[in-house]
């Protein structure tokens, strides 16, 4: 077993820069986790609004844990649909004013 090179926050930080050339800013990358057996960080990437928190998550970046770099991601197009449908279902409280 190879030990990472790349810690969860280089991770993070190649998944976050992977969104923000393909996607808006309310689309962004979660904690990581490690796959040990693969050898990648698994990024969750969410939907998110700061009055309301996470919505969910729309899909999923790969990175190599040895090498920095995006391995493979749910397709833009995909997460995008996906994140879509999650704000048209909490519209209402997307759309409510702040307190």
């Given at each position: 077993?190879?030990?990472?090179?790349?810690?969860?926050?280089?991770?993070?930080?190649e998944?976050?820069?992977?969104?923000?050339d393909?996607?808006?800013?309310?689309?962004?990358a979660?904690?990581?986790?490690?796959?040990?057996?693969?050898?990648?960080?698994?990024?969750?990437?969410?939907?998110?609004?700061?009055?309301l928190?996470?919505?969910?998550?729309?899909?999923?970046?790969?990175v190599?844990?040895?090498k920095?770099?995006?391995?493979?991601?749910?397709?833009?197009?995909?997460?995008?649909?996906?994140?879509?449908?999650?704000?048209?279902?909490h519209?209402d409280?997307?759309?409510?004013?702040?307190?």
């Amino acid at each position: 077993m190879t030990v990472p090179t790349v810690t969860a926050m280089q991770a993070q930080a190649e998944a976050s820069l992977f969104l923000s050339d393909h996607l808006p800013d309310r689309i962004s990358a979660s904690t990581p986790s490690l796959d040990e057996t693969a050898q990648v960080w698994r990024v969750p990437v969410i939907l998110a609004y700061p009055s309301l928190g996470v919505l969910g998550q729309v899909g999923e970046i790969v990175v190599s844990a040895t090498k920095a770099g995006v391995i493979s991601s749910t397709p833009v197009d995909e997460m995008l649909k996906t994140a879509q449908a999650l704000a048209e279902k909490h519209r209402d409280a997307i759309e409510a004013p702040l307190p």
